[in-house]
């Protein structure tokens, strides 16, 4: 049981979307943040008392909002102890939040596959669920098994709501496909995220599904699973960049190195630096050695770190969050405010998720402790130390 009148001063160099301190105290009580502020401040308010350590450079606990699992464990299961395992593989790496991500199945197993997640997002396990189809495009499904896309169903949907109990929180979808409109009506009404993507339309039909005009919120690892970016055919890349840099939606980029290359990353950020929430999209393999997997129905082979299914398509990631944030800083260029943003407040926001994601009064706390190499040290998620 906790003491509410216990505090934890955590000190260092603070890297926040609300706060930035070079030398900085973030004040813990309980499971929330009860304040952040300079040491300079938290020193005056607190003359007979020890200076806390320094320990690095403190940013929020990461926010992972596209995740299929890792460490061996999957959360397209009915195991719920093997959807647990991946969830607490990817926290003691520092992702506090994660959203347990579906991939493309027979229908009956998608529902099964909710339904145990539903358990998990219950108890905070992790932060919701995520349906990576089945309204996907054949002609870039990659590695969503083409068997078994269709049209948008209002009756699988409705499943898949049920089975969710409230905590779908985000569905991938392709508005070229026939019932777009009523399938993300259907799920709008029932509280879930439109997430755009593994779509090959056209740019105007991609950007008027996109806010402000249409029901999507969100684009699903941009320039992966959509078509190339062209000066004469834009397609959907330009459409999700042009909606992220008017503020109408959120793009999720991949930073693991392997699904984008560097130039694109930087002008990912260059675009829309605070509308970008990076992910991991990562799979049963991230943190393991190359061999066989899978994902959903699909066998999966990871060589040289990056897993393929057998028409060799990339079938995710084999990365964490901590890792992509780290990519993204070193070889995109992007400042570590940015890049903390992009891993912390942008994702958090894009789903709702509204007490985690930065470091304020009132939130959650969730904290990770960095060295100077943005090597992970601590984790500290509801007031509780991980490592």
Known sequence: MTDDSIEIYLRGRVVAPSHQYEDGVVVVRADRIAAVQSY???????????????????????????NHGGYGHRFDTTDVEQARAAAEFHRRDGSTSVIASVVTGAPDDMVA??????????????????????????????????RYLTDPDPALIERLLEAAGGHLRVMTLAPERRGFEVAAKQLAGGGVVIA???????????????????????????????PPLHHRTPGPVAAGLV??????????????????????????????????????????????????????PQSVRVTDGVARVANGSIAGGTATLLQCLRWTVREC??????????????????????????????????????????????VLRRGQWLT
């Open 243 to 296: 909606a992220a840099a008017h503020r109408a939606a959120v793009v999720e980029l991949i930073g693991d190195g392997v699904h984008v290359e560097p130039g694109f990353g930087a002008l990912v950020f260059a675009t829309a630096a605070d509308r970008v929430a990076l992910i991991t999209d990562a799979m049963q393999a991230a943190g393991l050695a190359d061999g066989e997997y899978r994902l959903g």
């Open 40 to 66: 300079a401040e938290w020193a005056a308010a607190h003359r007979d008392s020890r200076p806390p350590e320094h320990l690095g450079t403190i940013v929020p606990g990461l926010v992972d909002i596209h």
């Open 196 to 226: 755009l993507g593994h779509s090959d339309a056209e740019y105007s039909e991609f950007r008027a599904a996109l806010a402000p005009n249409g029901f999507g919120t969100l684009v699903t690892h941009l320039a992966n699973g959509m």
């Open 113 to 146: 596959q909710t339904a145990t997640l539903r358990s998990l997002a219950a108890d905070g396990t992790i932060a919701g669920i995520h349906s990576e189809g089945p309204f996907l495009s054949e002609a870039r499904c990659g590695a969503q098994d083409p």
């Open 333 to 378: 260029g992007v400042s570590l405010p940015d890049a903390v943003r992009a891993a912390t407040a942008t994702p958090a926001a894009a789903l709702g998720l509204d007490d985690v994601g930065d470091l304020r009064p009132g939130l959650r706390a969730d904290v990770i402790v960095l060295d100077a190499d943005l090597a992970l040290q601590r």
